[in-house]
């Protein structure tokens, strides 16, 4: 059972860090993002993600940011911050500061450029920087396309479950399904697992998945799906499902790694929303991708998502 | 809309090829082999692809088995054959031989030394291999994980079209689901989408598709899942749904890549049909690890998959 | 000690299989071909190899090839076949009639959709196709960039050497020295491991590896190299091997995998010795790629290379 | 040419960071690494790379770190210091830094979990880095297998050197002698390209390439092949240059990866220099591993290294 208070209910949406032309942390611009959220119907936040450029950040930026939006916890049922750093240190300094300004709860990803070996290795890791917050429930952050770390989530939830108390879920962006599900049905489904893929909400409801952490803009369309499944209207969820399937699929025509989020950064852009230039060594899509992926994102109907 | 009389229903499991210790064929374990396929109430099969070994097997060998198969059709609705060969003309020359044998359908792999680099330059490939076989249904054989070959497939619907009149769907044993689902969707379904992965039946059929062409051991279960997905019971369908993916997990714990088909054959071995040992380059098991596989396996209700 | 008879010198180029726009393989050409081997001053050759596309070949076609290069094995020191196939039996078959047909040796690759997972049953693979030419001296094709399979040479050698009576040493196309160099020193320097790099001549003279199975129009330049650095003249074999690396490097810009083989044919075309397409799944480099690489790489002075 | 002042010859070892087993920096040992690094005839340092954990280390840390071997330059011909973190802006404060503790030269890593999608962002993303030591000699360090980051370094020096006036050269600890080469020969040899392998000493200097910035335990041996490859000693050279490939593959079998720096360490100890655990997520080798790497390596004689 996770700690009370925090039960979020669908979609976590992951927002962006706005930044300045030259590279500073636009604060000036969540409010923009915020009126934008809304509009696209985000229940919870997920702060400091790879959407947010959470490790293209400095420690003290990342407190800055996770105040900025703390400041803001009205607007939204449940806040999840990410802090995981790329050492263990600045994780665990990241970690107690989040405790300390009372957050909803804390995420954690893997270390990539020195990976852990084995799946004890991760748990001790985690275990460390979970300590540093002993009261504030924690998820692992588990992304292995970004991190090339690809070791058992179900093996961890077995080896942490003892070691790590506040251990409530895993932000699950790597794609495997099984793995999902069987994180999923852990204990009695003890385990809050959040679908962290654009496109397999339906599959992923299918098996009994109903949190997910999408790109905002796919918010709206995951709430749909959400509902229409519940409702038992199959056809509408296909529907709504293959028009997510289409909208990452034509984005992964220009962009793949971490070029996907500077093409999400992109299309919220083209929604109206624009949050400044990503941080180097990421750089805003050149103007003649731009436009052709709008043009191709026109035709399936995104641009028609807020309306 | 498919050649008339092609419309295979559930599961079309993958068989394998049995060998004497010595590396030849072993036809005579063949009726062996389909007391087992029909005791795992297997309708259609798709013979000479991964599972068989296909790609293990001379052109002379694979006509032979070709037929052997054949002559036992009575105890199946359809049987598709897989014909691609690591190069043009071996494909050409199965495709021709099994028109003139006259099976239900032919399926062809990319090949895999000499990479395909666009969609079109394997359009033309597969053109040509199914212009030799002008009157059979032709499937695309997709398998990224063991090709390396990663172009896309709805791409390839779009580009064949026009060009391969036979092309009739893909057997998709890439895992990608959006691949999958988009492919399935093209044109108001007019391909038929194989499902070619052990451990997403019920994320597939939720997205309407229902035909998949599973290691044989899983048929029973693929059975069951679209069963109670089709009757609406939801909570049976998750749970078989689960036991797949347990047993593609503790699989998956004991070999990758080639070694998947490996385990497979062992696990045959383990139900009690012993098709004797993999071809070269391939190996038996070890003795410790089969032991120890088996014991896993055992533990999530594998071994009474035939009870 | 090499059996007796075998002992080239220098570099054993890899000639290509002429295709006809057809794809049937065009023998009127191989005149044309050895007239520019000749040119290019190559005293050896490596037949049937990734250059010459011997996996895109039938079994008849390459013992028809096979045969039509021994035809003209006057012009040569040396000829050593490639007989490894995408399967054992296929590779057996070549291997026996390279045998009957009396070549100097022959060369057999791993298998690569199925691919061996442990060294000794690469050695088992080897075993049992050398022993389909017991006569005949045998090399392992190892080239891991193409087909994945990373096993230890060094590994290969050490558990080869009571199993394979045959065994005389190892292409070695896989690009690291450290195995490279591990295995020339064996057994007081008892196998013969031909560099099969085109940019890494003077690297493995200085570690005293002398033979090399370069691309061909690579022959002058490596023997260039070698002269230089045998006189002692290090500035100017620096200065020729800098020019290997020029044009290895341009032809990396527009090609890699497969594609290599693509762009070396087209770069024979450039230097005037046109041996038509290369067979599907490859094409031809597109004319606006073809026309820029040749204009880097007459900067660089590639196409003097004759002169 | 380079700034006035900075021509490390020889050797330029990548000391470890020393810590205890809570995973706090152990200061107390540095002296004791100091006299290993002067008995192994290291003239000079390239601290808090991959070998000193430097991404492990918080920016405060790598503060105290920089200024403890500052502290003991007498000792050492020059001091590189690695100030490349995960992000812009932390890179940015440690390059000030070592500015204004006036080190002999930094280097910077190319971000990794973000990787730069073109070599023109690198270039842009180093620059600003570089900027914030605006007197201070400047490398890149590039080590693409661990940070997965493929960007050519040639072009890399074509674009920056117009934009990046402390540029002085690269840490080239990727493997590939192509672009070592290439760009070692570049604009008449304006850029000083330090050999970041342990295995290829003898193949770089036959290019002309004379620094090395090996494991410490490997200096000695790449000193001796310096001295016999200028003596002429071509034998003596590869007899060391064999050793060094020996116990480079040797702690390959143990370790890839990550793990290399953590098998290099128990190297060290080994050598009577025991440094402590290495952090989080990297943890000791276990005992048994640690024997058999010890036993192997005893037989090639790399227990002898100090003697």
Chains 1, 2, 3, 4 share one sequence.
Not at 151 to 157: T, V
Not at 162 to 171: A, D, F, M, Q, R
Request: proline residues 7%.
């Amino acid at each position: 059972s996770l700690p009370a208070g925090l039960n979020p209910r669908g979609s976590i949406a992951a927002p962006f860090t706005p930044f300045k032309d030259n590279g500073d942390v636009d604060f000036s611009l969540i409010p923009t993002h915020i009126e934008y959220l809304k509009r696209l119907s985000v229940p919870s936040l997920f702060v400091n993600g790879t959407t947010g450029e959470g490790l293209s950040l400095t420690t003290q930026e990342r407190k800055k940011i996770t105040e900025a939006w703390l400041d803001n916890k009205a607007h939204f049922e449940h806040m999840i911050f990410h802090i995981g750093a790329g050492n263990l240190r600045d994780s665990q300094e990241l970690a107690a500061h989040s405790e300390s300004v009372k957050v909803d709860a804390i995420a954690c990803i893997s270390p990539s450029y020195f990976k852990p070996q084995r799946v004890e290795d991760l748990v001790e890791y985690m275990r460390q920087v979970a300590e540093a917050a002993p009261n504030t429930p924690f998820y692992l952050y588990d992304i292995n396309f970004m991190t090339q770390v690809y070791l058992s989530n179900p093996e961890f939830l077995e080896l942490a479950q003892s070691k790590i108390p506040t251990l409530v879920g895993i932000k699950h962006s790597s794609p495997e399904l099984n793995s999902l599900m069987r994180c999923h049905v852990m204990d009695n489904e003890k385990y809050q697992i959040l679908l962290g893929s654009d496109d397999t909400m339906l599959p992923a409801l299918s098996m009994g998945i109903t949190n997910s952490v999408p790109s905002c803009f796919m918010a709206p369309l995951h709430n749909k799906i959400r509902e229409d499944f519940t409702k038992g209207d199959m056809k509408a969820a296909q529907h709504t499902q293959l028009q997510c399937m289409e909208i990452a699929a034509i984005r992964a025509k220009y962009a793949s790694g971490a070029g996907l989020f500077v093409a999400s950064r992109a299309m919220m852009k083209m929604l109206g929303c624009d949050l400044g230039p990503p941080r180097l060594p990421l750089v805003p899509m050149e103007p003649s991708k731009y436009q052709s992926l709008e043009a191709e994102l026109r035709q399936c109907g995104f641009l028609d998502i807020l309306s």
